[in-house]
């Protein structure tokens, strides 16, 4: 249940762990970007064109003023783990107009477990300290979480978080709305596999159509840039 992604430099560098090969690839992808980007200039997105598609129908987005950018994963998927440097190296990079949410997709009963761990965590604003320690439980130490106690033991070692609250939030309303909404939005932004992006609610990226992860932070970077001068026309 994921996009086939390309064996490219990246990903090779990625499966063998030489993370620092890849936060340099990287660089010079967007150092070559930004340097022949004027933010003065309209952005030109001709040269992207086949490597995104256009949602059927734009989606409300949860940022206000500024550019949503929503990363649907899933801890267990392999290639969202593969995925998880270029993201990381993307948001350290985007303007500060834009804004990250995550999505965690439920295509199966075994997929609801880790999202609901995620919404837990983020309940408890301990998600995103500790996103990338989930992923690197399951895929490095393979320790799979795939159960309501080994994820509470999971945080509540990493975060010192009470094995109570925890399991009080677990069950919460927020947790459980969080829940079926995420279920709603991947039917609305026609999700198909993981690791996917939706820019902005109008527009679905993946490795399967960009090609190459060079190319998807391109992708990424011009259409967050384009959406926000869009918006702001004659502002």
């Not at 350290?92 to 995620?118: C, K, M, T």
């Not at 527009?203 to 702001?232: D, P, W």
Request: net charge negative; with cysteine; charged share 25%.
């Amino acid at each position: 249940m994921k996009y086939p992604i390309p064996s490219t430099p990246i990903q090779s560098a990625r499966i063998r762990h030489r993370g620092s090969f890849l936060r340099s690839t990287l660089a010079i992808v967007f150092s070559l970007f930004l340097g022949s980007v004027a933010f003065a200039q309209p952005v030109d997105i001709s040269d992207i064109e086949g490597m995104y598609e256009v949602l059927a129908q734009p989606q409300p987005v949860e940022t206000g003023d500024n550019i949503e950018v929503v990363d649907v994963f899933w801890y267990g998927c392999p290639g969202c783990y593969q995925f998880l440097p270029v993201m990381e190296y993307v948001e350290q990079n985007l303007p500060d107009y834009v804004e990250v949410r995550r999505l965690p997709a439920i295509f199966r009963d075994s997929w609801l477990i880790h999202a609901q761990g995620f919404y837990t965590a983020q309940a408890l604003g301990i998600a995103e300290k500790h996103h990338r320690e989930f992923f690197d439980e399951i895929h490095k130490e393979g320790n799979r979480l795939e159960t309501k106690e080994a994820i509470i033991d999971f945080y509540n070692e990493r975060s010192g978080v009470d094995k109570d609250k925890l399991d009080q939030t677990w069950e919460s309303f927020t947790v459980n709305s969080n829940i079926n909404k995420s279920l709603v939005m991947q039917q609305r932004y026609g999700i198909r596999g993981t690791p996917t992006i939706i820019v902005h609610g109008k527009y679905r990226v993946g490795t399967s159509l960009a090609g190459t992860y060079q190319n998807l932070v391109k992708v990424i970077m011009k259409l967050t840039e384009y959406e926000y001068q869009e918006k702001n026309k004659g502002a």
